[in-house]
């Protein structure tokens, strides 16, 4: 089993900067993948921002390319989402997950990933 506690949503003005972080815990070693995912109330869940723990390959939603920034510290178990140039539109809860499987597809895909954490709220707005 893996747990991912998430800290650091907040409000922020469009234009802005915030950074979400997660701390992974229990049998980190089977996490294949760890990332980010969003969900806007109505929306579906979707993928921001995903890396391999081991290859380090990392994978962006277009919609937060050159903005957002991951980032994962094996040594401490923590993985970073810096968000820049926030827009309203980035507004959702934003998620911790990690997943087993190892393959290089489907790497943003919220079906695919196995343990979540509850989220942190994240609103942009003037």
């Known amino acids: 089993q893996v747990q991912l506690q998430e800290s650091g949503g907040g409000f922020v003005q469009p234009g802005g900067s915030l950074r979400v972080d997660c701390v992974v815990s229990g049998d980190t070693d089977s996490a294949a993948f760890v990332g980010w995912f969003r969900q806007a109330p109505g929306n579906e869940r979707e993928g921001v921002a995903t890396?391999?723990?081991?290859?380090?390959?990392?994978y962006y939603s277009d919609s937060v390319k050159g903005r957002f920034t991951i980032s994962h510290d094996s040594a401490k178990n923590t993985l970073y989402l810096q968000m820049n140039s926030l827009k309203p539109e980035d507004t959702a809860m934003y998620y911790c997950?990690?997943?087993?499987?190892?393959?290089?597809?489907?790497?943003?895909?919220?079906?695919?990933?196995?343990?979540w954490g509850r989220g942190t709220q994240v609103t942009v707005s003037s």
């Open positions: 997950a990690a997943r087993r499987a190892p393959f290089l597809t489907q790497t943003l895909s919220a079906t695919t990933y196995d343990y």
């Open positions: 890396i391999a723990t081991r290859s380090r390959f990392i």
